[in-house]
């Protein structure tokens, strides 16, 4: 289990956090719901080590940090499917090691038989999986995503969405989501962690009782946590 413990951040003359405590379990999809500007990308680079919290501890982070996905891809447009992977990978990495690591990633992400294929030659489904196919190539236990799926039309979403659910159920990565919209939160999480802010703040925690493959929109378990979703949130403006 990750631990957070009274974590505080300002950032200029702004509290962003202000002893904020969190869990997070380990081998499951945690994501962060709010509203924008609330403070959930600073928690993320808190875990991140991208910055240091000014008070507070941080338990239980993996030894090897975190792989990142971003909601701005990262897809290098000159390499193919299989050089953007590798281009993520330490240097110090036998052959055997880096081969095996982008096999287990691309047949995780569906990407084995594009592996040849330069972005431009994707579909935008196929380039988006490409980001998650680095990270996971990593090893790295912890999977911090900053609102992957921000911009994308509606069907892309989904499939992307659906995508990372059974790379998901298949992997043994902890994973913790920042998002602003509530389906994303519902259709790809086990745990719901409703926040508020600044300085962040957790509104309440859900767990969503369905397995992350085959869940659906029109899922009448996910209408009602939709529903209870929707009124935390329309409470906290």
Known sequence: MIQ?????KKKGGTVILNEFS???????????????????????RLLGGIDLPDQGVLRGLPETGPAFVFQDHRVIPWL??????????????????REQAIDESLTLTRLTSLRRRLPNALSGGQASR???ARALATGRRLMLLDEPFKGLDL??????MEDFGIIMSQSEVTAVLVTH?????LLTADTVVVVS????????????????????MFDPAL???????????????
């Open 130 to 132: 490409i980001d998650l």
């Open 181 to 185: 919209d509530l389906d994303e939160a």
């Open 22 to 44: 969190l869990e997070i379990k380990t081998g499951r999809v945690t994501a962060l719901l709010g509203p924008s500007g609330s403070g959930k990308t600073t928690l993320l």
């Open 155 to 160: 069907e892309l979403k989904l499939e992307l």
């Open 80 to 97: 193919n499917v299989e050089e953007n992977v590798a281009f993520a990978l330490p240097e110090d990495w036998t052959a055997e090691q």
């Open 4 to 8: 957070a413990e009274a974590l505080s």
């Open 197 to 216: 802010g600044p300085p962040l703040r957790i509104v309440e925690v859900l767990e969503v009782p369905l397995a992350k493959v085959g869940r659906s």
């Open 223 to 237: 209408n009602a946590l939709r529903q209870r979703l929707y009124r935390l949130l329309v409470s906290e403006k």
